[in-house]
């Protein structure tokens, strides 16, 4: 069955410094999504995308980050200047647009 | 805005009985979407069960059921005839309908099963 894949699986970083986190959608998928979990903290909506463009952010969602679909396969979400509080785990998630989103493993990312 | 709530962060249950987690939320919407999705360790998300907030049915998956209670803004989730494998991380979550396909997730029920 095909599934939503991330890469890398945890990420280290130092604050300041940029990171991109790697999805690879379910590849018939129309949609595409970043969540992130805080540790202890529910899973948030960061940021939706169709078509080429975001369709909806969140507030969190602010001018440090961006996500690009780069070669119709992959799908990304930079952080330009990491701080201490976007360590978390961050979930890429695809849909056909049948409302049911599937999920990838998530990428844990630290910033130190 | 829309939240969830999820009022159980734990519960366990012996293999082969019945357990149901809770889940309220909150919304001024009439038409929306709830969803129950499973976190096993170390693994993704996956879809356990909907519901169609315009259906009064209550959704059944197999061992899965719901109790959906729209006036009371009500969606538990029934799991019968525990198994080992589903003990996980259970998430409940909220998507409004039209165009919009954010969902709204609860902080999430850690269910152990109990042999």
């Known amino acids: 069955e095909p599934e939503v894949t991330q890469t890398p699986s945890h990420q280290v970083t130092q604050m300041g410094q940029e990171v991109i986190l790697r999805c690879v959608p379910i590849?018939?998928?129309?949609?595409f999504y970043w969540y992130r979990q805080i540790l202890g903290q529910k899973v948030e909506f960061l940021v939706s995308f169709y078509n080429n463009e975001i369709s909806e952010k969140s507030e969190i969602f602010d001018d440090q980050f961006s996500v690009e679909r780069p070669d119709g396969s992959n799908f990304t979400l930079k952080i330009r200047s990491t701080k201490l509080e976007d360590s978390a785990m961050y979930f890429c998630a695809s849909s056909v647009g049948s409302r049911v989103q599937y999920f990838g493993p998530g990428t844990r990312l630290t910033v130190t | 805005a829309q939240t969830v709530t999820q009022s159980q962060p734990e519960m366990s249950v012996q293999e082969a009985e019945t357990v149901t987690l809770s889940c309220t939320y909150d919304t001024s919407e009439s038409d929306y979407y709830l969803f129950w999705y499973k976190q096993p360790p170390s693994r993704q998300m996956i879809l356990v069960i909907r519901q169609e907030a315009y259906k009064q049915q209550n959704a059944t998956e197999n061992r899965f059921s719901v109790n959906f209670q729209k006036a009371a803004k009500s969606f538990s989730l029934k799991i019968s005839d525990s198994q080992l494998g589903d003990a996980a991380m259970y998430f409940c979550a909220y998507m409004r309908g039209g165009s919009n396909y954010k969902l709204t997730f609860g902080k999430g029920t850690l269910l152990t099963v109990n042999p």
């Open positions: 590849s018939n998928h129309l949609y």
